[in-house]
């Protein structure tokens, strides 16, 4: 007979094998341009029958300030690091180790897998399974398939997944209208999307949209990877 603990180490290591399994399959798959990949958020929302909006949009038809305003805002070494921004990283563990607050560490990269493949916490687990993940989506795909899938997958308030989806939620205008100033706001609402809100900004959104728009207007080389093909 086998003994409980036995069973329940096979039963652990199965569902291991199954999770790392998926996003390994799966990768290669949403490769493919003409596939529109879901996160773990949307088919939660489904399950649960909550309201979802989302609305695919190609890469081509989201106006280049919003991309650059996302990679100046969210991850300035995304066209340079390889999933991972492992100077950043270790910074932020030395400040852990210093008793200091931290800042966050996530990449492009590492938000796009977490919300393909993983869920929402800050456990030790899921940052790592996040960093093998994202070293291995960025060496399978291409930066401008990452970023596309990102502004496609990401929420942008509660049910609001996707550029073009926010994009008509908050402005009324498709995602290749957005002027610069709507891109600095939509973008730095990305942190808190059930908090701030881009059409109603408060002083401090204001104030953070200007900083963006000013980082944007500067980004020269460091948004290269996703200009045209």
Not at 53 to 62: E, H, K, M
Not at 90 to 103: C, K, P, S
Not at 213 to 219: C, F, H, K, N
């Amino acid at each position: 007979m086998i003994s409980r603990a036995k069973r329940i180490a096979v039963g652990v290591a199965v569902v291991v094998l199954v999770a790392v399994a998926i996003p390994l399959v799966l990768t290669p798959i949403y490769a493919i341009r003409g596939v529109h990949p879901v996160s773990t958020l949307m088919l939660w929302d489904e399950v649960t029958v909550r309201p979802v909006l989302r609305d695919w949009v190609p890469i081509d038809d989201v106006a280049p300030v919003l991309l650059h305003s996302v990679i100046m805002s969210e991850d300035g070494q995304f066209c340079r690091h390889h999933g991972v921004d492992w100077g950043e990283l270790l910074a932020v563990v030395d400040q852990a180790l210093d008793g200091e607050e931290t800042r966050g560490a996530s990449t492009i990269t590492m938000q796009t897998v977490k919300n393909l493949f993983l869920w929402n916490d800050r456990s030790f687990v899921r940052k790592g399974l996040e960093l093998p993940l994202a070293v291995y989506f960025d060496f399978v795909l291409p930066k401008r398939r990452i970023m596309e899938i990102y502004v496609n997958i990401a929420e942008w308030d509660t049910g609001v997944y996707g550029i073009e989806a926010a994009s008509q939620h908050y402005f009324g205008k498709p995602a290749s209208k957005l002027t610069a100033h709507e891109a600095a706001l939509i973008t730095v609402s990305l942190p808190a999307p059930d908090l701030r809100n881009p059409a109603d900004p408060s002083p401090t959104m204001r104030r953070l949209a200007r900083r963006v728009e000013r980082l944007a207007r500067s980004s020269g080389a460091y948004v290269g990877c996703v200009g045209k093909d």
